[in-house]
């Protein structure tokens, strides 16, 4: 290894740096989702494949990121991730168009993936082992910091709005970090590679993207184009392609070719449960976000900053849960993931119960009880679980389940964000009757304060209500449908009430919104309690079993 910088913890800030920055890129692009509808004219299929196109390139490239490193060395592949990330960032900023950005996404999303292995190998080859305890804590505080102040940057950067960037903000705002990351990586990082490094499996790499594109892109556009005849056969063909990728890795497997996932693996079943709990409970956080920005701020009308503040206590809350998790694992072993998930499942329940209750004028600290509680048990889950699942492992080549693992909690998160938009945004579209029929009352009352003849009030009803719910069915929520255009003059009064902005309007959106939020957090508490379920399949582990987990866990 060549030597870089003699003081390991200016190393550990360039790449803890470039991580930060990456990480926060999960989650800021939530509260810019109004923003990039309304100037894009994106439809929801479109915003959903931005968020799950960056988690698809991210998994899709991890475990041969690490191998990459390995044989090539990790500065040059670090460089090289932090270079294409910020290039990536760039085209996102300036995209013309959602299909800019949804390709640019995916190629953010792949560079973040190449970067990620590399800033945990450095860690590892850096740190002399009595210090490497105290570097990954560093490491784990960046990745909490990074999750509590993702969306509340993207809400700061919104509002400044800085030169008048408005959502291109949130991209723009990586490239003087990525640069000064790269500098610092020039200068401060050594090479470093591994002798006996396994080779690569780019043929997996590719067989499983192209599978995962396949079955993503149907379910996240499908709605949108009115299901062709072309997305359905995408979906149909996803399926034969994971089994000729679980067939193609089961051969590599075989014949000891550094199969992407080693399929040995799978006959232990810590792993299996291990591996089926990442990607359910993954599957439930990012779409979680995803549906509770779109309620707030579309539906009830918050700014990009209120989302952010308001999303704020989940993360504080999950700061919190991991820094007590330790504690708990010494004490509970595999028990403390039960726990955590059955604290995560009483939060939802606590939320569902608090956007019941507020109606549809909240206040955002109504919501800080359920979402610290949501967060608290998230923290005592995803701070042990990696490392409770690789203690239970005993079959050979342990140390490479954690890469997969990580791989599965991505893919986990990309899946849920496209599922939950099927709900969500289908409940939105059949609750809208109901929401019409629900401020019909106030608007009567509203009509006949304003003196208009029976004829007109009735007529003005008719067509609220036609507009209201063919609004809800329209797939980009910019577009003004047919029903809602109106020749001749209307009284500045009833426009006040059922014009776009109007009072009754806002009133429908927002009880439209409530309910079918409402519904799509059982979906929440599902996979939630799937999750829980699936925890008494892990073997019980003890603090004995934790300590012995394999040592290059983290730079798997």
């Known amino acids: ?210 599978a995962l594109l396949c079955f993503i892109l149907p379910i996240t556009e499908g709605r949108d184009r009115g299901w062709p005849l072309w997305l359905d056969a995408l979906l149909v063909a996803s399926i034969p392609l994971f089994v000729f990728f679980f067939r193609y890795e089961r051969r590599r497997t075989a014949l000891q070719k550094s199969p992407l996932i080693l399929m040995s693996l799978f006959r232990d079943r810590a792993f299996t449960a291990g591996l089926i709990l990442s990607f359910v409970v993954f599957a439930g956080v990012p779409p979680f976000f995803f549906s509770f920005s779109i309620y707030i701020q579309i539906g009830l009308g918050f700014s990009a900053l209120g989302a952010g503040l308001t999303t704020l206590p989940f993360a504080v809350g999950s700061a919190l849960g991991s820094t007590i998790s330790d504690r708990l694992t010494k004490k509970l072993g595999t028990r403390v993931l039960a726990l955590g998930l059955s604290i995560l499942v009483c939060g939802m329940v606590g939320v569902l119960l608090t956007v019941h209750a507020v109606g549809t004028h909240p206040h955002a600290y109504q919501f800080v009880p359920a979402l610290v509680t949501c967060g608290i048990g998230f923290g005592f889950f995803v701070a042990p679980v990696i490392n409770i699942i690789l203690a239970g492992i005993h079959t050979e080549g342990a140390g490479s389940a954690s890469g997969v693992l990580s791989t599965f909690q991505m893919m986990g998160g990309a899946v849920g964000v496209a599922v939950i938009g099927v709900i969500f945004f289908g409940l939105l579209s059949s609750n809208a009757g109901h929401a019409a029929n629900a401020v019909e009352p106030k608007l009567q009352a509203e009509l006949s304060r304003l003196q208009l003849a029976p004829a007109e009030q009735s007529a003005v009803e008719q067509q609220f209500r036609r507009c209201f719910v063919d609004r809800a069915q329209e797939k980009d929520p910019t577009i003004i449908p047919t029903s809602c255009r109106v020749s001749g003059n209307i009284p500045p009064g009833v426009l006040a009430l059922v014009g776009p902005s109007g009072v009754i309007t806002r009133e429908g959106i927002a009880r439209d919104f409530s309910r079918s939020f409402q519904q799509t957090l059982l979906y929440e508490i599902f996979v939630f309690g799937l999750g829980l379920v699936i925890v008494f399949r892990l073997p019980q582990v003890n603090p004995n079993d934790l300590e012995r987990a394999p040592a290059d866990a983290n730079a798997a």
């Open 1 to 210: 290894m060549k030597r870089g910088h003699h003081n390991p913890y200016v190393v550990l800030v360039v790449v803890l740096t470039a991580l930060f920055v990456q990480l926060v890129d999960v989650s800021i692009v939530n509260v810019a989702i109004p923003s990039i509808q309304r100037e894009l004219h994106a439809s929801y299929g479109a915003v959903q494949l931005v968020l799950v196109l960056y988690q698809i390139g991210f998994a899709s490239v991890l475990i041969t990121a690490g191998r990459l490193g390995d044989i090539y060395g990790r500065k040059r592949i670090f460089v090289i991730g932090m270079t294409g990330f910020t290039i990536a960032s760039a085209i996102c900023g300036a995209a013309p168009n959602e299909v800019t950005l949804v390709i640019g996404r995916l190629v953010q999303g792949a560079f973040s993936g190449i970067m990620f292995p590399q800033v945990l190998s450095v860690i590892q080859v850096t740190f002399a082992p009595r210090d490497r305890g105290k570097a990954f804590g560093i490491l784990g505080a960046t990745i909490g910091l990074a999750t509590i102040l993702g969306p509340l940057l993207g809400g700061l950067l919104i509002q400044w709005n800085p030169a008048g960037l408005d959502w291109r903000a949130v991209f723009y705002v990586n490239l003087p970090i990525g640069i000064a990351a790269l500098i610092g990586a020039f200068r401060l990082l050594a090479e470093s590679k591994a002798p006996d490094a396994p080779r690569l499996d780019l043929p997996g790499v590719a067989i499983i993207t192209v």
